[in-house]
T-cell receptor, first 112, second 115 residues
Framework: EPEVTQTPSHQVTQMGQEVILRCVPISNHLYFYWYRQILGQKVEFLVSFYNNEISEKSEIFDDQFSVERPDGSNFTLKIRSTKLEDSAMYFC??????????FGQGTRLTVV | AQSVSQHNHHVILSEAASLELGCNYS??????LFWYVQYPGQHLQLLLKYFSGDPLVKGIKGFEAEFIKSKFSFNLRKPSVQWSDTAEYFC?????????????FGPGTRLSVLP
């Protein structure tokens, strides 16, 4: 069964450092997403990406965040200068279109 | 803006008990509805989805959900739970036609099944 893969599974970084979270969506999917889940809280939408541009983003997705699809397979989330409150599980997801999204295993980001 | 509420934060059941997890959404138009499950330490997995047609949808692992449009509800049910159903359950909504196609998740309900 095709799946969304994310690397690394766990990233520890110092406050103020840049981090890049990587995702490989399912190959024939056209829509890509990043969500995050702060421990004990609900899953929150960050950004969606379609046709090589951001299609929608939430208030959380400020100038510290950026996304990129550097080649035909990877989809990355960059946090420019991490803050303690960025510590969360980050989920990548992809979908064909108006359908259910498939989620990756998540990357646990810990900012110290 | 869309929002999703789930009735219970934590549900504790014994094995073989019946389960119903409530989900209500707030959106005036047509929606797609989903239930995702997150087992401990694992990623979100799709349990079932409703787009249109029969409002009673069946998913994996014996789960089903019923869409009641007049109540803006999409409750998840299972007639007999197992210990392996222990997980966090998330109801989600997306509105077709949203260019971003993003999903709005409910806060989640933690299900603990006692052996």
């Amino acid at each position: 069964e095709p799946e969304v893969t994310q690397t690394p599974s766990h990233q520890v970084t110092q406050m103020g450092q840049e981090v890049i979270l990587r995702c490989v969506p399912i190959s024939n999917h056209l829509y890509f997403y990043w969500y995050r889940q702060i421990l004990g809280q609900k899953v929150e939408f960050l950004v969606s990406f379609y046709n090589n541009e951001i299609s929608e983003k939430s208030e959380i997705f400020d100038d510290q965040f950026s996304v990129e699809r550097p080649d035909g397979s990877n989809f990355t989330l960059k946090i420019r200068s991490t803050k303690l409150e960025d510590s969360a599980m980050y989920f990548c997801a992809s979908s064909v279109g108006t359908g259910s999204a498939f989620f990756g295993q998540g990357t646990r980001l810990t900012v110290v | 803006a869309q929002s999703v509420s789930q009735h219970n934060h934590h549900v504790i059941l014994s094995e073989a008990a019946s389960l119903e997890l409530g989900c209500n959404y707030s959106y005036g138009g047509t929606v797609n509805l989903f239930w995702y499950v997150q087992y401990p330490g694992q990623h979100l997995q799709l349990l079932l989805k409703y787009f249109s047609g029969d409002p009673l949808v069946k998913g994996i692992k014996g789960f089903e959900a019923e869409f009641i449009k007049s109540k803006f509800s999409f409750n998840l049910r299972k007639p007999s739970v197992q210990w392996s159903d222990t997980a966090e359950y998330f109801c989600a909504v997306n509105a077709p036609g949203n260019y971003g196609q993003n999903f709005v998740f409910g806060p989640g309900t933690r299900l603990s099944v006692l052996p």
